[in-house]
DNA sequence: CATATTAAAAATATAGATATTTTAATCTTT
DNA sequence: AAAGATTAAAATATCTATATTTTTAATATG
């Protein structure tokens, strides 16, 4: 990945990166949502510790910034639960902990499977059709890239590809909803596309999951779609789990 | 209810209404979440129109505050789709629409009801008796309760039973999301309450449902609890709807 | 030597000031 | 008189400064 490592807190010059689609109409240039962007990225990649302390003297050098829009930014992460503010005492990085990864994981894979299984109640011939299309852009990832940009590459279109299955679902807010948890997923994601992307064995089981859940959901068969999503989504909690008590996050 | 009208725009002097428990770990009393609390509490009831915009110069005179405070609790209102903010434009109050009225109970029935499936999977024999207990004290309501103090223990009431209902899933993300799209529902559902809760028909109808319900999560049955629940949720939309035309709020 | 106490330093929360942008009002020009 | 340009007023976004609170360090006390 492009990012800056823990150590390098050298203040940012490129553009703020993309916001999720969560916060939707909400195109303004402003410094304090490209902080809000920065932000959430750095500490989803890692570039601050579950717990650590957020300094404002720090953020302010490494973001070039002041006071206040560094505030409103990290307001809004404390609603999304990836920040906590305590009364007089400053901003902290959410702490993790394999409760949280088991909790955060429960609810993704219980709110995915009830989407698939609307989607497949309510979704029309485009959304079949999208979900092809981004199956086949999934299936044909070729290893001819860099480490880096392999990541990047699977991790878009298997995104995409799942977006695809849930988009029939037909509710607006329930898509936002499993944006939020997904967010809230992220950190812990994180460590285990890693560990996921350039393992052979693990892609070509994934690839076997894709492909069985694309055969129950063309099917309209949604007790089997909604049982093989749970099972797809909770594979990667153990690995994570053996990950942070590795790492040490626990 | 104990609220100013919409007119009367002078300051508070009160502590700030309990936040819901979706801000769980943030007991802190600087002015900050004070804002956050008023000014929610605001919209809600509808002290301030959908799409309304909110003036700095006003809010700082209404709430006796600065304009950081402010900004940072209109932040996280954003972030929960209660308010927008436009880019050097300031902020708006959310507009309200039939669609997002129906997006957004459609969601809350069809979360709530994976939340009773889930329920009767995995709750224990706290959790039954918990709905019991709550059932009962919500039947008890008497009407010898002047206007707006029924309404308030009414809903309060009924918002403890059915909380009570989904206590057994054993996610917290899950509820933390229903709290979400509750939030979201409320200046919609605050139309409802005063009609309802005065109608003895109504009144009536409300409590059958919740006996039936009752019922069939105490047999476990999830099929015949899913679809109570769909059903009791969806039931105020179409009464909204009447209300929004009604008032021109559409 | 551990535990209070106190003083100094650092950090936060918020108000106030300022530059920039938007909105409104006025004045041209066709 | 309508459309566009110009100017003035208002409002926003952000920075800086300050009061308050917390943390750290140093010193005294049992």
């Known amino acids: 990945m492009d990012h800056s490592s823990p150590t390098d807190k050298s203040p940012h010059k490129d553009k703020p990166p993309r916001q999720s689609s969560t916060q939707q109409g909400t195109p303004r240039q402003n410094m304090g949502i490209s902080a809000y962007a920065w932000?959430?990225?750095?500490?989803?990649?890692?570039?601050?510790?579950?717990?650590?302390?957020?300094?404002?003297?720090?953020?302010?050098?490494?973001?070039a910034l002041g006071i206040s829009p560094l505030r409103e930014a990290l307001s809004q992460l404390v609603s999304e639960h990836l920040v906590v503010a305590i009364s007089q005492r400053g901003y902290r990085v959410a702490p993790m902990s394999i409760e949280e990864l088991a909790d955060i994981y429960d609810a993704r894979s219980q709110l995915e499977a009830m989407?698939?299984?609307?989607?497949?109640?309510?979704?029309?011939?485009?959304?079949?059709?999208?979900?092809?299309?981004?199956?086949?852009?999934?299936?044909?990832?070729?290893?001819?890239?860099?480490?880096?940009e392999m990541l990047d590459i699977w991790d878009r279109r298997h995104q995409a590809f799942h977006s695809a299955l849930v988009a029939g679902c037909g509710?607006?807010?329930?898509?936002?909803?499993?944006?939020?948890?997904?967010?809230?997923?992220?950190?812990?994601?994180?460590?285990?596309?890693?560990?996921?992307?350039?393992s052979d064995r693990a892609l070509a089981a994934k690839?076997?999951?894709?492909?069985?859940?694309?055969?129950?959901?063309?099917?309209?068969?949604?007790?089997?779609?909604?049982?093989?999503?749970?099972?797809?989504?909770?594979?990667?909690?153990?690995?994570?789990?053996d990950l942070m008590h590795a790492r040490g996050l626990v």
Do not use: N
């Open 39 to 63: 932000l959430k990225q750095d500490i989803i990649c890692g570039v601050y510790q579950p717990g650590e302390k957020l300094l404002m003297s720090r953020l302010k050098e490494r973001y």
């Open 115 to 148: 989407l698939v299984q609307l989607a497949i109640e309510r979704g029309d011939d485009t959304w079949e059709a999208e979900i092809l299309a981004k199956a086949h852009t999934l299936a044909k990832v070729a290893e001819v890239h860099g480490a880096d």
């Open 171 to 198: 509710s607006r807010q329930l898509l936002i909803a499993r944006e939020s948890l997904f967010d809230q997923a992220a950190r812990y994601r994180h460590l285990w596309l890693c560990q996921t992307v350039f």
């Open 207 to 241: 690839r076997q999951e894709h492909a069985d859940l694309v055969d129950a959901i063309l099917a309209r068969d949604a007790k089997r779609a909604g049982d093989l999503t749970r099972d797809h989504i909770m594979t990667p909690v153990p690995i994570i789990t």
